[in-house]
């Protein structure tokens, strides 16, 4: 008797195992043995029919064979997900404890979860048929049109419907010769840029600092590289640079970029400079789109992929280098479901790939910084700016005790005006949306509060409205005092509408040549943060923003108000800059034992009641001291609240777990989401678990 065959598959379920499967009865597949992992299968779940990935054929499994179901077929003659990106999966299930389905899942394009066919769409273009081509001469001289489609026909092979608008061809005398046989339509993939063609435009001559970085940078190994550039430093024509030995030996390149709002902006400069196929991928594309940049990519085509945090999950059959740009900013953390960090992924991805990594900011996240140092990464630095472009002068005014102007000294309106005056541009920042924080009533104090979360409504004057960005919920503009009646509602505080000013986008990377001046009109929110990470990201938007001023030949100047001028935070960043700023931060979160220099999972609940989230947490917290004892090893916190506490009319905690090594935290935490998994009171919550947190709310 043969063996039998048996397909175990990871479904999309919040259930941490995998599922077996039989093959079909009837002859809908190929042979089965032959199936390689990484094929989609269309399976039977519950009542439902599922796409599945296939992760191993076996021969036995922990259930009766008349217990499994059969598969209802394959989607897919060759793996969609290869090898090397199977292994990354099945590596990130496991380090932050999620279900392996859901993973392998995150990492495809939605259309392909949906079961769409894993096939580059090819242009519409028309061609001569056999006959058409052994037409005789003169055959359709009564015919101009035809005869001059014909002759173009002929000689060009094929014309696409660009082709057909250029010479100017109509759609009856196409469909003229369709219809006598000569012509006909057809589906081919667009022709892939020739390795000759590799730039349109010279690269740029690179100061000795930048050559001395990118010839450090060692091709076909293993090696992750900070390269830390001040603003404005020319980061990113080193990664030009780097991409083009890369590509020119062959190989593609993957970029990571931390908001849709910069990638039209990397694409612009990358297109400027390679005539290659570079795809896109990000949120901002259509499913469509985004499928054909995957495939395009995965099908070694696109030479060049640019695109955000999921991006990390392309197919590389070529590898030769993945750079990550501002690879210090949050939004490169999955703050939801699946969360990973692409920065960190990337790092363990380049690792199992064997190429390089290339990490890049002028402000590396304290985790990286602590890596370079120690000599685990290979720092890389550019500490002047390109070209003739010098560093800004930075002031601080101490607006304690003064009278502001909708958020503005007199002393900094009288700086904006002078700039402006010379015909230069000023750019104010602050870290807030909308038109003011807060509606306040005069008379009594009454504060609009969201009806569903502990926040305040924000005043949005374009449209008129109330609004709470934690769970969305909108009302119109209030204009009488529910509680006094009084009509004396005003608007406090300050915003982006309100002040005509950027948000954090406005640090992220982006170029502005005429701006002299930027102004910082709120520069204490990180200091006074319930995050423990609240002052890094604080010292790293200053950083960011400061040097949107001067990129070209005038000198930019940097204007920061704060009521605490004189914290040591403050001060030795703005007088000795980032670096020993962060030296400072990380010395301190050496003596208060937090990371880098210990690891942290948050283990979060939420529910409609608030009692049920805190019993979860306070019985995953015996369980865990159970596991494994708090101790020098390990710390526990909690449960406490979020800093949030009710968000969307749910109440939400979290537990803290604090691990002097990274094995100690994943050993327990693996032994812990076993027992929560069966815990009677996990079915009255929602919980996830969130390793290497980077928001603590």
Known sequence: MSEPV??????????????????????????????????????????????????????????????????????DTEPVIPDDLLKLCQWAANYYHHPLGEVVHTAMPALLRQGEAA???????????????GLPEGALKRAPKQSHLHKLLLNEGCLSKQQLEHYSVNRTTLNNLISKGLARQSTRLPAAKKHGQLLRQPSLPLNP??????????????????????TGSGKTEVYLQLIERVVNAGNQALVLVPEIGLTPQTISRFEQRFAVNIAVLHSGLSSRERLQAWLSTAAGRARIAIGTRSAIFTPLPNPGVIIVDEEHDPSFKQQDGFRYSARDLAVMRASQLGIPLLLGSATPALETLHNALGNRYQRLQLTQRAGQAQQPDIQLIDIRGQQLQEGFSKALLNTMEMELNLGHQVLVFINRRGFAPTLLCHDCGWVAVCPHCDARLTVHQQPRHLHCHHCDHQRP?????????????????LGTERSLVGTQMLAKGHHFPAVTLVA????????????FRGPERMGQLLTQVAGRAGRERKRGRVIIQSHHCQHPLMQTLIHQGY??????????????????????????????????????????????????????????????????????????????????????LQSLL???????????????????????????N
């Open 6 to 75: 048996i397909f175990s598959v990871a479904i999309p379920s919040p259930l941490r195992r995998t599922f077996d499967y039989l093959p079909p009865q009837a002859p809908s597949l190929p042979d089965p043995k032959s199936l390689k992992p990484g094929v989609r299968l269309l399976v039977p779940f519950g009542h439902q029919q599922v796409v599945g990935i296939l992760l191993e054929v076996k021969s036995s499994s922990s259930l009766p064979i008349q217990q499994l179901r059969e598969v209802y077929g394959s989607l």
């Open 477 to 493: 503009l209030t204009r009488q005092c529910p509680e006094c009646f009084s009509t004396d509602l005003n608007s406090i505080g």
């Open 209 to 230: 600092e930048q050559h001395t970085a990118l010839e450090q940078i060692q091709l076909q190994r293993y090696r992750t590289y900070l390269l830390e550039g001040a």
């Open 119 to 133: 096939q580059l769409q090819g242009d519409d273009v028309w061609e001569l048929t056999a006959e058409g081509k």
């Open 670 to 696: 693996k032994a812990l989401c076993q027992q929560l998994d069966n815990h009677p009171l996990s079915r009255r919550v929602r919980w996830s678990i969130d390793v290497d947190p980077q928001e603590m």
């Open 520 to 531: 910082v009109i709120d520069a204490d929110g990180g200091l006074l943060s319930t995050d």
């Open 579 to 664: 670096h020993p700023f962060a030296r400072y931060l990380l010395n301190e979160r050496q003596q208060t034992h937090m990371p880098p220099y210990r690891y942290l999972a948050l283990l979060r609940a939420e529910s409609k009641l608030a009692q049920n989230a805190t019993e979860f947490l306070t019985t995953a917290r015996q369980i865990a001291e159970q596991l494994q004892p708090a101790s020098v090893e390990l710390h526990y916190l909690g449960p406490l609240p979020a800093a949030l506490e009710k968000r969307n009319n749910r109440f939400r905690y979290q537990l803290q777990i604090n691990a002097a090594g990274r094995p100690h």
